[in-house]
Protein backbone atom coordinates (compact mmCIF):
# COMPACT_ATOMS: atom_id res chain seq x y z
CA UNK A 1 0.00 0.00 0.00
CA UNK A 2 1.63 3.46 -1.10
CA UNK A 3 1.88 5.68 2.08
CA UNK A 4 0.55 9.42 0.48
CA UNK A 5 -1.18 9.35 -2.54
CA UNK A 6 -2.08 11.89 -4.71
CA UNK A 7 -3.91 11.75 -7.92
CA UNK A 8 -1.42 12.66 -10.94
CA UNK A 9 -3.64 14.85 -12.79
CA UNK A 10 -3.37 17.26 -14.87
CA UNK A 11 -6.19 18.80 -12.86
CA UNK A 12 -7.23 21.96 -15.21
CA UNK A 13 -9.36 25.12 -14.03
CA UNK A 14 -9.89 28.30 -15.90
CA UNK A 15 -8.14 31.30 -14.33
CA UNK A 16 -10.45 32.72 -11.34
CA UNK A 17 -12.17 29.39 -10.35
CA UNK A 18 -11.17 27.08 -7.16
CA UNK A 19 -8.75 24.48 -7.34
CA UNK A 20 -9.00 21.74 -5.04
CA UNK A 21 -6.00 18.70 -4.97
CA UNK A 22 -6.58 15.88 -2.29
CA UNK A 23 -4.34 13.84 -1.01
CA UNK A 24 -4.30 10.74 1.44
CA UNK A 25 -1.95 8.75 3.53
CA UNK A 26 -1.75 5.42 4.92
CA UNK A 27 -0.46 5.60 9.01
CA UNK A 28 -2.93 6.96 11.50
CA UNK A 29 0.15 8.01 13.54
CA UNK A 30 1.42 10.58 10.97
CA UNK A 31 1.92 13.99 13.09
CA UNK A 32 2.51 16.80 10.72
CA UNK A 33 1.27 17.68 7.30
CA UNK A 34 2.62 19.41 4.51
CA UNK A 35 1.88 20.99 0.68
CA UNK A 36 5.08 22.18 -1.54
CA UNK A 37 4.48 24.13 -4.92
CA UNK A 38 6.91 22.37 -7.78
CA UNK A 39 7.61 24.03 -10.93
CA UNK A 40 9.44 22.15 -13.47
CA UNK A 41 13.00 21.61 -12.89
CA UNK A 42 12.73 23.57 -9.44
CA UNK A 43 13.14 22.86 -5.82
CA UNK A 44 9.89 22.74 -3.86
CA UNK A 45 8.29 25.26 -2.23
CA UNK A 46 6.19 24.87 0.77
CA UNK A 47 3.32 26.72 0.53
CA UNK A 48 0.66 25.18 4.06
CA UNK A 49 1.41 23.18 6.61
CA UNK A 50 -1.53 21.90 9.09
CA UNK A 51 -1.09 19.59 12.06
CA UNK A 52 -4.35 19.83 13.89
CA UNK A 53 -7.50 18.77 11.82
CA UNK A 54 -9.75 21.31 10.50
CA UNK A 55 -8.79 24.33 8.37
CA UNK A 56 -5.72 26.65 8.02
CA UNK A 57 -5.85 29.66 5.69
CA UNK A 58 -2.93 31.72 4.73
CA UNK A 59 -4.23 34.34 1.48
CA UNK A 60 -5.44 32.43 -1.17
CA UNK A 61 -4.50 28.85 -0.10
CA UNK A 62 -6.49 26.44 2.63
CA UNK A 63 -4.92 23.43 4.02
CA UNK A 64 -7.92 20.98 5.48
CA UNK A 65 -6.63 18.25 7.22
CA UNK A 66 -9.51 14.83 8.42
CA UNK A 67 -7.25 12.90 10.34
CA UNK A 68 -10.09 10.63 10.72
CA UNK A 69 -10.74 9.77 7.13
CA UNK A 70 -6.84 10.12 6.78
CA UNK A 71 -7.00 12.66 3.85
CA UNK A 72 -5.28 16.11 3.25
CA UNK A 73 -6.46 18.80 1.03
CA UNK A 74 -5.29 21.65 -0.40
CA UNK A 75 -7.89 24.57 -2.04
CA UNK A 76 -6.61 27.45 -4.43
CA UNK A 77 -8.93 30.43 -4.40
CA UNK A 78 -8.75 32.79 -7.32
CA UNK A 79 -6.51 30.89 -9.43
CA UNK A 80 -4.03 32.05 -11.37
CA UNK A 81 -1.58 31.21 -14.34
CA UNK A 82 0.86 31.58 -12.48
CA UNK A 83 -0.21 28.82 -9.58
CA UNK A 84 0.04 25.88 -13.01
CA UNK A 85 2.16 23.89 -11.19
CA UNK A 86 3.19 20.08 -9.75
CA UNK A 87 1.49 20.09 -6.20
CA UNK A 88 3.47 17.53 -3.67
CA UNK A 89 1.43 16.65 -0.59
CA UNK A 90 3.92 15.27 1.69
CA UNK A 91 3.57 13.54 5.34
CA UNK A 92 5.68 13.04 8.48
CA UNK A 93 4.62 9.44 8.53
CA UNK A 94 7.64 8.26 11.16
CA UNK A 95 9.82 11.04 13.27
CA UNK A 96 12.67 12.81 10.77
CA UNK A 97 10.94 10.93 7.35
CA UNK A 98 8.84 13.42 5.36
CA UNK A 99 6.96 11.01 2.99
CA UNK A 100 6.22 12.28 -0.17
CA UNK A 101 3.28 11.97 -2.78
CA UNK A 102 4.26 11.62 -6.71
CA UNK A 103 2.24 15.07 -7.20
CA UNK A 104 -0.64 16.47 -8.84
CA UNK A 105 -0.17 18.69 -11.68
CA UNK A 106 -2.65 21.50 -11.71
CA UNK A 107 -3.19 23.66 -15.04
CA UNK A 108 -5.06 27.04 -14.77
CA UNK A 109 -5.83 28.22 -18.21
CA UNK A 110 -6.22 32.04 -18.60
CA UNK B 1 18.60 35.48 3.35
CA UNK B 2 17.53 32.41 4.63
CA UNK B 3 18.35 29.84 2.50
CA UNK B 4 19.99 26.19 1.61
CA UNK B 5 22.65 26.33 -0.80
CA UNK B 6 23.95 23.36 -3.50
CA UNK B 7 26.91 23.20 -5.56
CA UNK B 8 27.19 21.86 -7.94
CA UNK B 9 24.03 22.98 -9.86
CA UNK B 10 24.74 20.91 -12.59
CA UNK B 11 27.21 18.32 -12.94
CA UNK B 12 28.35 15.57 -16.02
CA UNK B 13 30.39 12.99 -14.69
CA UNK B 14 31.76 9.57 -16.05
CA UNK B 15 30.79 5.88 -14.09
CA UNK B 16 33.25 5.22 -11.16
CA UNK B 17 34.50 8.87 -10.95
CA UNK B 18 34.32 9.92 -6.79
CA UNK B 19 32.21 13.16 -6.56
CA UNK B 20 30.87 15.26 -3.88
CA UNK B 21 27.79 17.77 -3.77
CA UNK B 22 27.65 19.69 -0.47
CA UNK B 23 24.77 21.20 0.95
CA UNK B 24 25.01 24.27 3.35
CA UNK B 25 21.95 25.97 5.66
CA UNK B 26 22.07 29.30 7.51
CA UNK B 27 19.39 28.74 9.30
CA UNK B 28 20.80 27.30 12.40
CA UNK B 29 18.69 24.02 11.59
CA UNK B 30 19.30 20.56 13.69
CA UNK B 31 17.79 18.55 10.78
CA UNK B 32 19.04 18.19 7.40
CA UNK B 33 17.95 15.55 4.61
CA UNK B 34 19.17 14.27 0.83
CA UNK B 35 16.76 13.58 -1.78
CA UNK B 36 16.41 12.16 -5.39
CA UNK B 37 13.66 12.93 -7.71
CA UNK B 38 13.29 10.95 -10.52
CA UNK B 39 10.39 10.74 -13.19
CA UNK B 40 7.41 8.88 -11.99
CA UNK B 41 9.00 7.68 -8.73
CA UNK B 42 8.75 11.43 -7.21
CA UNK B 43 10.99 12.10 -4.05
CA UNK B 44 12.63 9.63 -2.26
CA UNK B 45 14.78 10.34 1.06
CA UNK B 46 18.27 9.17 0.34
CA UNK B 47 19.77 10.11 3.70
CA UNK B 48 19.04 12.21 7.01
CA UNK B 49 20.75 13.95 9.86
CA UNK B 50 19.02 14.97 13.03
CA UNK B 51 22.26 16.05 14.72
CA UNK B 52 25.81 16.95 14.14
CA UNK B 53 27.60 13.31 13.57
CA UNK B 54 24.21 11.79 13.78
CA UNK B 55 22.85 10.36 10.33
CA UNK B 56 20.74 7.55 8.76
CA UNK B 57 19.46 5.86 5.72
CA UNK B 58 15.87 7.01 3.80
CA UNK B 59 14.54 4.84 1.48
CA UNK B 60 17.31 4.85 -1.13
CA UNK B 61 21.03 4.93 0.30
CA UNK B 62 22.74 2.39 -1.86
CA UNK B 63 25.48 4.00 -3.76
CA UNK B 64 25.91 7.37 -1.58
CA UNK B 65 27.22 8.18 2.29
CA UNK B 66 26.67 11.16 3.66
CA UNK B 67 28.98 12.97 6.87
CA UNK B 68 27.60 15.33 9.08
CA UNK B 69 30.61 17.17 11.05
CA UNK B 70 29.67 20.99 11.55
CA UNK B 71 25.53 21.59 12.15
CA UNK B 72 25.76 23.51 8.48
CA UNK B 73 26.92 21.32 6.31
CA UNK B 74 25.66 18.25 5.26
CA UNK B 75 27.89 16.77 1.98
CA UNK B 76 26.40 13.99 0.10
CA UNK B 77 29.10 11.30 -1.41
CA UNK B 78 29.29 9.42 -4.09
CA UNK B 79 31.99 7.36 -4.22
CA UNK B 80 31.26 5.31 -7.67
CA UNK B 81 28.84 6.93 -9.40
CA UNK B 82 26.71 4.36 -11.62
CA UNK B 83 24.56 5.81 -14.53
CA UNK B 84 21.40 4.74 -12.47
CA UNK B 85 22.46 7.33 -9.80
CA UNK B 86 21.27 9.87 -12.74
CA UNK B 87 18.67 12.41 -11.05
CA UNK B 88 17.95 15.66 -9.70
CA UNK B 89 19.37 15.53 -6.28
CA UNK B 90 17.81 17.95 -3.34
CA UNK B 91 18.86 18.86 0.15
CA UNK B 92 16.74 19.88 2.57
CA UNK B 93 16.79 21.44 6.17
CA UNK B 94 14.35 22.18 9.26
CA UNK B 95 14.17 22.88 12.72
CA UNK B 96 12.92 19.82 13.68
CA UNK B 97 12.55 16.31 12.61
CA UNK B 98 8.50 17.03 12.41
CA UNK B 99 8.76 20.23 11.04
CA UNK B 100 8.60 21.52 7.45
CA UNK B 101 11.85 21.70 5.18
CA UNK B 102 13.24 23.88 3.20
CA UNK B 103 15.01 22.94 -0.20
CA UNK B 104 17.59 23.85 -1.84
CA UNK B 105 17.85 24.80 -5.47
CA UNK B 106 18.94 21.62 -6.60
CA UNK B 107 21.69 20.06 -8.22
CA UNK B 108 21.18 18.07 -11.85
CA UNK B 109 23.35 15.07 -11.97
CA UNK B 110 24.06 13.05 -15.34
CA UNK B 111 26.15 9.70 -15.11
CA UNK B 112 27.39 8.40 -18.33
Known amino acids: QKEVEQNSGPLSVPEGAIASLNCTYSDRGSQSFFWYRQYSGKSPELIMFIYSNGDKEDGRFTAQLNKASQYVSLLIRDSQPSDSATYLC??????????FGKGTMLLVSP | EAQVTQNPRYLITVTGKKLTVTCSQN?????MSWYRQDPGLGLRQIYY???????DKGDVPEGYKVSRKEKRNFPLILESPSPNQTSLYFC???????????FGPGTRLTVT
Open chain 2, 49 to 55: SMNVEVT
Open chain 2, 92 to 102: ASSPSGWGEQY
Open chain 2, 27 to 31: MNHEY
Open chain 1, 90 to 99: AVNIRYSTLT
